[in-house]
C-alpha cells in the first residue's frame, strides 16, 4: 500500500478488530478500549540515515538517532542495545563527551545497515507494480528459506563491542 492510500485508509475499529481476530485476548481487548475516534491511519516514515547524531554532552538515541521502517521489526530492539553500549560507553569514557562519541561510533554502522535494509524490505513489501509484484511473489514463494532468513538472522544477532575491564557493567536500578 502507498504512504497516499495508508493515509487515506477509512477503517474503522470493527475492521481492525476483525483483522486481529484470532490473536491473544489482550489484543482484542486493546481494540475494543481504543474510542472509535481515536483510530486513524498514520504512514509508517523513516529518513535518510544521519551520519551525525550530536555534539557536545549531546546525543541522540533511539528513533530520533535512527528511525526506520518496520520491515525487520528492530525499531525497539535497536532502542535497547543503545540504551546498553551508551551506558558502557559513558563508564569507560574518560569524560562525558568521550563517552557520548565513543556510543555514536559504535552503533553507526549497524544502525545504518538496518536503516537501509529495512527501507528496500519495506520498497519491496510495498511494491505496487504488476511485474515487480509478480517477481516479488515468485521469490517468495520459491527461493530457499535459509536465503529469505538471512538479513533477519543477521538484523536479529547483534555482538556488542568489547568494552574492556574499565567499564563496569552498571549498577541495577533498585
Ligand atoms: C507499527 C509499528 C510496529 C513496530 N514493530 C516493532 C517490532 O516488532 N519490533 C521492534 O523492535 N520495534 C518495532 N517497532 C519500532 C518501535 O516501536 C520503536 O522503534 C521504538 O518504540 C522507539 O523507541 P523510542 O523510545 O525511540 O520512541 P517512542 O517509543 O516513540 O517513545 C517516545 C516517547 O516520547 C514521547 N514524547 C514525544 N514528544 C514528547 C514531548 N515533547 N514531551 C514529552 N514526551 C514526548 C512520546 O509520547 C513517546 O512516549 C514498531 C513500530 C511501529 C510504528
Request: aromatic share 6%; glycine share 6%.
Amino acid at each position: 500500500m502507498s504512504p497516499e492510500s495508508a493515509r487515506a485508509w477509512k477503517g474503522s475499529r470493527e475492521d481492525i478488530a476483525r483483522a486481529f481476530g484470532g490473536w491473544a485476548e489482550v489484543v482484542g481487548e486493546v481494540i475494543r478500549a481504543t474510542p472509535e475516534d481515536a483510530v486513524h491511519a498514520v504512514p509508517a516514515q523513516d529518513r535518510p540515515f544521519l551520519e551525525r547524531w550530536g555534539e557536545g554532552s549531546v546525543t541522540l538515541l533511539r528513533d530520533a538517532a535512527h528511525p526506520m521502517l518496520t520491515a525487520l521489526a528492530q525499531g525497539g530492539s535497536t532502542a535497547i542495545e543503545d540504551a546498553v553500549v551508551l551506558a558502557h560507553s559513558c563508564a569507560a569514557a574518560a569524560d562525558p563527551a568521550a563517552g557520548l562519541r565513543a556510543y555514536e561510533e559504535a552503533r553507526r554502522a549497524r544502525t545504518k545497515w538496518l536503516v537501509d535494509n529495512s527501507y528496500s524490505l519495506s520498497k519491496g513489501e510495498q511494491e505496487e507494480r504488476p511485474l515487480a509484484m509478480a517477481l516479488r511473489n515468485t521469490l517468495m514463494r520459491y527461493a530457499p528459506t535459509s536465503l529469505l532468513m538471512r538479513p533477519f538472522e543477521k538484523a536479529m544477532t547483534y555482538t556488542s563491542p568489547d568494552f574492556g575491564a574499565q567499564s563496569q557493567a552498571p549498577p541495577a536500578r533498585r
